[in-house]
């Protein structure tokens, strides 16, 4: 698991406990696109 999916493990895992329904499907959406630009990233660095 790389670090940012760590962190968003965490911070969807503070954020469920910390605040309502909606607002951790908002950070549980963020996470997602941020690790798919990650992903993105990564596979354009290793095809340079």
């Known amino acids: 698991m790389t670090e940012p999916e760590r962190s968003c493990q965490r911070l969807e895992s503070t954020g469920l406990r910390a605040t ?9 959406l963020l996470c997602g696109r941020v690790l798919v630009v990650m992903r993105v990233i ?7």
Do not use: L, M, Q
């Open 42 to 48: 990564e596979t354009a660095a290793n095809i340079e």
């Open 20 to 28: 309502n329904d909606s607002h951790a499907n908002d950070i549980t």
